[in-house]
T-cell receptor, first 114, second 117 residues
Framework: AQSVAQPEDQVNVAEGNPLTVKCTYS??????LFWYVQYPNRGLQFLLK??????LVKGSYGFEAEFNKSQTSFHLKKPSALVSDSALYFC????????????FGSGTQLTVLP | GAGVSQSPSNKVTEKGKDVELRCDPI?????LYWYRQSLGQGLEFLIY????????KSGLPSDRFSAERTGGSVSTLTIQRTQQEDSAVYLC???????????????FGPGTRLLVL
């Protein structure tokens, strides 16, 4: 079985400050990890993914995420937040050895304050 | 190019009626997924199609839910005898994976917001 936890329902950060959105996962095999963003009344938009290799993954809009195998984490980060980054963020996992569907976390609402 | 499209964008129906939701995947994508996003359950997997293989229906919540994919492209999700707990946003995604070890990215459509009165 695979699962994802996003421990924070809400994250607030001031514009220009660094942001972190937390994600931990559980899979029986090797993980494939994804971050998606959802703006109001829109579908999910892909940000980045980790498959293998370098633990630091860079994605769209200046976002990056760091894979930490020992802590089973895949936190999303951005050095300088923008008001336009305010949205709902989802972490997702897929076990490399099993079915292709993604298991999503419950989502974290990010609010960047001007 | 065009992304995943879904129709209708919004659907209001009465309890007990059947509804059909449509998904047009990205051209050339062989894999198609349906997910449901609801307030109480978050995002949950419903069904997965890959090429001509039998679909993975393991996420369908009841036998009132079914889906088909005609010609390896367009998919229709059908909910029979709708219940109020079926109210949710139904999201479709597609990817370019073939069988094997490729790790594809799933691209999502805008969703269909279903309200069962």
């Amino acid at each position: 079985a695979q699962s994802v936890a996003q421990p924070e329902d809400q994250v607030n950060v001031a514009e220009g400050n660094p942001l972190t959105v937390k994600c931990t996962y559980s899979v029986s095999g090797n993980p494939y990890l994804f971050w998606y963003v959802q703006y109001p009344n829109r579908g999910l938009q892909f940000l980045l993914k980790y498959i293998t290799g370098d633990n630091l993954v860079k994605g769209s809009y200046g976002f990056e995420a760091e894979f930490n195998k020992s802590q089973t984490s895949f936190h999303l980060k951005k050095p300088s937040a923008l008001v336009s980054d305010s949205a709902l963020y989802f972490c997702a996992v897929r076990d490399a050895g099993s079915a292709r569907q993604l298991t999503f976390g419950s989502g974290t609402q990010l609010t960047v304050l001007p | 190019g065009a992304g995943v499209s879904q129709s209708p964008s919004n659907k209001v129906t009465e309890k007990g009626k059947d509804v059909e939701l449509r998904c047009d995947p990205i051209s050339g994508h062989t894999a198609l997924y349906w997910y449901r996003q609801s307030l109480g359950q978050g995002l949950e997997f419903l069904i997965y199609f890959q090429g001509n293989s039998a679909p993975d229906k393991s996420g369908l919540p009841s036998d009132r839910f079914s889906a088909e994919r005609t010609g390896g492209s367009v998919s229709t999700l059908t909910i029979q005898r709708t219940q109020q707990e079926d109210s949710a946003v139904y999201l479709c995604a597609s990817s370019s994976a073939t069988s094997g070890r490729a790790v594809e990215t799933q691209y999502f459509g805008p969703g269909t917001r279903l309200l069962v009165l």
